[in-house]
């Protein structure tokens, strides 16, 4: 558990960039700092390990006061993660993974054959391990990065924008793999963020900064989504936070209609059991959207609007038809559906869409 109790920071010339911060960071999870640019995520964050001295007030770690561990020994349990990876351009990626267990007095054979194994675990082919940084993509720096800041088994990781450099699509892959290696390894994970989609999808609570450095809110992202603590923060998660609250709701309880109902006016072709197309007088169009069991009513929303009736299908793990969800149940479920009801921290499932 990392708390902040009553932290400030003024940088000389005056600028408050925290402001009498209080927060309590559990072990374990990933707790997402996101705001605009300039209200302090940054500054934040480094008084965990100490990059940054507060003016005011106490940076803790399981009770134990930071300011009276030695710096340098601090930062060896705490994995550090920045954009773009941080990579010693000059060391090759297996030297760069291994530089902080040999810090650590780890032989350098041990190290790098340790180093090779948690390219694969950070999803890189170990081969890439002789390379310089230069010879990598920067998604892959990125990976590296993460290696690197793992190689010490660090049960504290900070990452200060550690995805902003790629492009959307690598960084929707690096996101993944964080979450899959997070369900794995458990760290104690503190991310600065200024995209709060990311915040949204990767924490399991988000803290919200405003400028000045003051906490607008810390809550996990679905109460974000359907409580916002005041209009700052409504601006942020923006106006369509209704339907990205829908990704934090189950689908498994929606009350399904047979699939022989017809759903404005066309019926369910099936093949096998398996859905092909919505049949009316004009004839058979192909679009059917389907969902299976743990999806979330996002997941169904979108497979309606893919489909060329209200209704998504709802199939097994085959793939055959077991039920039509009709958009009018979804609508009333979503409305219904109170914030504690809600999955806390259960990130966006995309791939729950069939
Ligand atoms: N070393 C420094 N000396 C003086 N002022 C600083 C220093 N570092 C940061 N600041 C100021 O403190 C404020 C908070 O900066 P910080 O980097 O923590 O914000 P941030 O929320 O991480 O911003 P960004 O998203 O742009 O990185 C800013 O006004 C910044 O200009």
Known sequence: ??????????????????????????????????GPSGCGKTTSLRMINRMVDPTTGTVSIDGDDVARRPAAQLRRTIGYVIQSGGLFPHRTVVDNVATVPVLDGVGKRQ????????????????????RYPVQLSGGQQQRVGVARALAADPPIMLMDEPFSAVDPVVREDLQNELLRL?????????????????????????AVFASGGKLAQFSPPAELLADPADDFVAGLVGRDRGYRGLSFLSADDLELQSIDSSVDGAKLITDAGRPVGWQDGAGLNPDVGTYTEGATL??????ILLSAVGAAVRVDGDGRAVGLALQSEVIAQAQEREPRDRIPGEPVAPENGV
């Open 1 to 34: 558990m990392i708390e902040f109790d009553g932290v400030s920071k003024q940088y000389p010339g005056g600028t408050t960039a925290v402001s009498d911060l209080d927060l309590t960071i559990p072990s374990g999870k990933i707790t997402v700092f996101v």
């Open 298 to 303: 996002r997941t169904v929303v979108d497979q």
């Open 111 to 130: 190290a790098r054959d340790r180093a090779r194994e948690l390219l694969e675990v950070v999803g890189l082919d170990a081969s890439l391990g002789d």
């Open 182 to 206: 997070q369900a794995e390894l458990g760290k104690t994970i503190v991310m600065v963020t200024h995209d709060i989609d990311e915040a949204i999808k990767l924490g399991d609570l988000v």
